[in-house]
């Protein structure tokens, strides 16, 4: 089964950080880009970073940079968030995502094509 399982979520002080894990099959490990996306209450789901597997290259939304770190890890088959100095605006589910193609924009949910279920991040 092609599986992507999100954990590392849970409540954290504004200011503290947490580091979320997306371990994912040997198939969406390979995919061309791995991202994570969040979702807050009320609203939609959001791009927060992307790695891409060719290039290495790296994306974040403006909302994170210099906050956040996307990273892999090929030997566990794991991308990771790193989040510090995290807000009460950081507050959502956080998702994890792989997608299958290079065309469209990384911070695009349609470009994606497997999804986990994702892990829930609140500030305080």
């Known amino acids: 089964d092609v599986q992507l399982v999100e954990s590392g979520g849970g409540s954290v002080q504004a200011g503290g950080s947490l580091r979320l894990s997306c371990a994912s099959s040997?198939?969406?490990?390979?995919?061309?880009?791995m991202g994570w996306f969040r979702q807050a209450p009320g609203k939609g789901r959001e791009g927060v970073a992307a790695i891409y597997t060719n290039t290495g290259n790296k994306y974040y939304a403006d909302a994170v940079k210099g906050r956040f770190t996307i990273s892999r890890d090929n030997a566990k088959k794991t991308v990771f968030l790193q989040m510090n100095n995290v807000q009460p605006d950081d507050t959502a589910m956080y998702y994890c995502?792989?997608?299958?193609?290079?065309?469209?924009?990384?911070?695009?949910?349609?470009?994606?094509?497997?999804w986990g279920q994702g892990t829930q991040v609140t500030v305080s």
């Open positions: 040997t198939y969406t490990f390979s995919s061309t880009r």
């Open positions: 995502a792989a997608s299958l193609q290079y065309g469209g924009a990384w911070f695009l949910e349609s470009v994606y094509y497997y």
